[in-house]
């Protein structure tokens, strides 16, 4: 029985892992989306400075991201009996629900998919309603992408060809991923400190006072995961 609840931990874990690692690709996406929008072109901008010395960290941030969600989904490996279907179908069924929810409600903001802080700066039963559906469709995302093996037999030895490449390459991919790690726990401070100072205005904006806190949680998360994947040599555990 032990055995169960441990199996059962250690998937939820994998999944909430996974789950941030989204979270902060889609975070620091909008970022950067509307940072190179809003500011001045042909000369380089640098979101939330002075704190954050240029705007290129964020794009380390996404590949450590992306690196993270491997060895995520990797402490998951448990034996844990099915309910009726694959993950990946409960999965692509959350995100299929969550998108038609959306295209019904609200069909002009299908682009807010992928940029939800820029939906509303106000509290309200449609917002919360809305990042409510947020919500499952990047969990039916975690569910498909943790059970992505599964979904063809082709798919599986892509992946399989692509870890083996990485264990070729060990030295660069730890060196690689702990740097990433560190500059992402840099941005999450750089983040926290431009948070502090804009608080007095970013907590009368309340959607745009929590995607920031979410934003900062998450990016530290995300480092401090990629942090000890690379002290325990994670990726390259069978």
Not at 3 to 18: E, M, P, Q
Not at 94 to 102: N, P, Q, R
């Amino acid at each position: 029985m032990s055995t169960k609840y441990t199996d059962l931990g250690k998937k939820i874990l994998s999944l909430a892992l996974t789950f941030n690692s989204i979270i902060s690709i889609i975070s620091v996406g909008n970022i950067l989306g509307g940072s190179y929008t809003i500011g001045p072109l042909g000369r380089p901008y640098s979101p939330y400075s002075p704190y954050n010395l240029h705007g290129s960290l964020f794009g380390i941030v996404i590949l450590t991201a992306f690196l993270n969600i491997i060895p995520s989904r990797m402490i998951g490996k448990v034996h844990i009996d099915r309910f009726l279907f694959h993950h990946y179908f409960y999965g692509f069924l959350a995100m299929i629900s969550s998108i038609s929810l959306i295209a019904s409600l609200w069909p002009g903001s299908l682009t807010s998919v992928l940029t939800p802080t820029s939906t509303s700066a106000s509290l309200s039963f449609q917002g919360l309603v809305f990042y409510t559906d947020l919500f499952f469709l990047y969990g039916g995302l975690t569910l498909f992408l943790d059970d992505l093996p599964d979904v063809s037999l082709r798919l599986n030895k892509v992946l399989s060809r692509l870890k083996g490449r990485a264990q070729k390459s060990s030295k660069t991919l730890q060196f690689v991923h702990l740097c990433g790690s560190l500059i992402t726990i840099y941005v999450s401070l750089a983040l926290f400190a431009w948070f502090i100072e804009g608080y007095r205005w970013l907590r009368d904006l309340p959607m745009w006072f929590w995607s920031h806190a979410i934003t900062v949680l998450s990016l530290l998360i995300n480092g401090s995961w990629g942090l000890k994947v690379t002290k325990k040599k994670i990726w390259f555990q069978t």
